[in-house]
């Protein structure tokens, strides 16, 4: 390929950061022509898709470019610890045992399904299921277990930790972005009918007035105008916290793989593993101290926008006509997702949950905090947050959740 019309990584983060404006602007825009656009097209998949355009028709170059390297590295650790730094546990409980059921069903059939989906096409076609080295569809699947768990930055970790080939990995965030927002279209529709489908469930719906009281006074409670000593330090929790990473990742991964070479199938030997552990962990243990009060400043607003930052690199990545080289990868994503929409709605009919929980529950695993809240606000507006919550709760349990998925997929594959 020849080299890009533009190489100067100052010039397209530019570029990049105008776009991720411009999606921004239009997506929340009045404008009943962008509504109805963003009713059909939602705006992750543009935050994918216009970047691998730009490495497609040779106006930048990924190959050549380091913003990918940047984000990964500091931009992705930091956005897991301003994104779990928000977590309230005791507020998730608060929102009553049937949400937190919905979500961990959402959570364990996506880790189960996963494996279950590959031996059922492996069965079937086992060709489509095979591979060698980074070719292994197991790896890719194991990004997309990261995505439909917790994130973008856990899939990130995913693709760090298992080393994909960079056309496998296009492929599947492809199968990522269209099976889960295919689910999404489903669930935004279900929003409109959630009263015939709670009588069908038997559900109590009073719960969610009550939800909404609550969200209100929260909201009212840590709410503020962020001031510039604020800025400082969400930025030093954020990055402090990504320097240990690094210190973390420089000394365990290699000493991992100089003395213990058996836990290397573990990726325990990854330097990239720990520092998204330590990020991961750090916000955990922080989300229960007064620093969890910088969430009412827009902690978690400046970690989505690390995170959106990121996938905006991520795109660059991404082989939109890898789609037509291996449909065979779509039909695994489809049983998958079938598996965790059967589970969902067998949990939820078996505990008379109201479908707000089962849908909000579903996308704060399979969509993250990008989806969660258009779904949580499909029922009402003021609920918006609550899948933020659970959304962020999917980013803490996202990259664990994936990492066991990804090793019952690579036994599987070996079988």
């Not at 990504?242 to 990726?267: C, E, F, Y």
């Amino acid at each position: 390929m020849d080299s890009a019309l533009i190489t100067n990584d100052a010039v397209t983060f530019g570029i990049l950061m105008a776009i991720l404006a411009g999606i921004f602007a239009t997506s929340n825009s009045d404008n009943p022509k962008w509504q109805k656009f963003y009713k059909f097209v939602p705006a992750l998949l543009l935050c994918y898709f216009i970047p691998s355009l730009l490495t497609t028709f040779g106006i930048v170059s990924e190959e050549e470019s380091n913003l990918y390297f940047m984000a990964s590295r500091y931009l992705l650790p930091a956005s897991l610890v301003l994104l779990t730094l928000s977590i309230d546990l005791k507020g998730i409980i608060n929102l009553g045992p049937k949400a937190v059921i919905m979500f961990l069903a959402g959570t364990i059939s996506i880790m189960i399904g996963g494996p279950i989906a590959l031996l059922i096409v492996g069965t079937i076609s086992p060709d489509i299921v095979g591979g060698t080295g980074p070719d292994e569809v197991w790896r890719g699947l194991a990004t997309v277990a990261g995505s439909w768990i917790g994130g973008g930055a856990n899939q990130t970790a995913m693709l760090e930790v298992f080393e994909p080939s960079t056309d496998l990995f296009g492929a599947m965030v492809t199968v990522d972005i269209i099976v889960a927002n295919i689910w999404l279209a489903f669930l935004l529709y279900g929003a409109g009918i959630s009263e015939k489908v709670d009588a069908w469930f038997k559900a109590d719906a009073s719960a969610i007035t009550e939800l909404k009281n609550k969200i209100a006074d929260y909201q009212a409670n840590i709410a503020r105008v962020p001031t510039l000593t604020d800025l400082a330090k969400i930025g030093a929790v954020a990055f402090v916290l990504v320097a240990l990473g690094h210190v973390a990742g420089d000394a365990i991964g290699p000493w991992v793989k100089a003395n213990s070479p058996q836990l290397t199938r573990m990726s325990l030997d990854s330097s990239f593993f720990w520092i998204v552990i330590v990020a991961t962990t750090g916000g955990l243990i922080l989300s229960f101290t007064n620093v969890r009060k910088l969430e009412g400043a827009g902690a978690s607003k400046v970690g989505s926008l690390f995170l959106y930052i990121l996938v905006m690199t991520i795109g660059m990545k991404m082989n939109i006509a890898s789609m037509l080289d291996a449909p065979g990868y779509f039909v695994i994503g489809a049983v998958w997702i079938l598996i965790h929409v059967s589970v969902l709605l067998l949990v939820g009919k078996i505990i008379k949950a109201p479908l707000f929980f089962i849908a909000v529950g579903s996308q704060a695993n399979v969509g993250g905090a990008a989806s969660a809240p258009i779904v949580a606000s499909a029922f009402h507006p003021a609920l918006a947050p609550v899948g933020v919550l659970l959304a962020v709760f999917g980013y803490a349990l996202g990259t664990y959740g994936a990492w066991a998925c990804a090793l019952m997929m690579e036994a599987i594959s070996a079988m």
